[in-house]
């Protein structure tokens, strides 16, 4: 069982910034991609961000492409989300989600899960 801790979200002005971090323990599996999603209130889980367990190669939603960066550090099971500019739209419940080796975009393909951790944007 693999258990994910997300943390860091909180309020904050549009055009600020905010890093989340995503915090793996139990049996990880170190060739694992990890993922950053979304939901906002009444609208479904999005995909925001992945990485591959190397940190080699990542991917955005065009709708954070240019604005979050999304990181893994090489000494611990943490992934970064930084997320700069922020917009009143980017408000919603993070999680963060462990999966296969390949980057995945689908929510059906990740298994594993965190909590989620509440960034608010306001205008």
């Known amino acids: 069982q693999v258990r994910l801790v997300e943390s860091g979200g909180g309020s904050v002005q549009a055009g600020g910034s905010l890093r989340l971090s995503c915090a793996a323990s139990?049996?990880?599996?170190?060739?694992?991609?990890t993922g950053w999603f979304r939901q906002a209130p009444g609208k479904e889980r999005e995909f925001v961000a992945a990485?591959?367990?190397?940190?080699?190669?990542?991917h955005y939603s065009d709708s954070v492409k240019g604005r979050f960066t999304i990181s893994r550090d090489a000494n611990k099971p943490t992934v970064y989300l930084q997320m700069n500019s922020l917009k009143a739209d980017d408000t919603a419940i993070y999680y963060c989600?462990?999966?296969?080796?390949?980057?995945?975009?689908?929510?059906?393909?990740?298994?594993?899960w965190g909590q989620g951790t509440q960034v608010t944007v306001s205008s």
């Open positions: 989600a462990a999966g296969g080796v390949v980057i995945y975009t689908q929510v059906e393909r990740y298994r594993y």
């Open positions: 139990g049996r990880t599996y170190s060739r694992d991609s």
């Open positions: 990485i591959n367990w190397s940190g080699g190669s990542t």
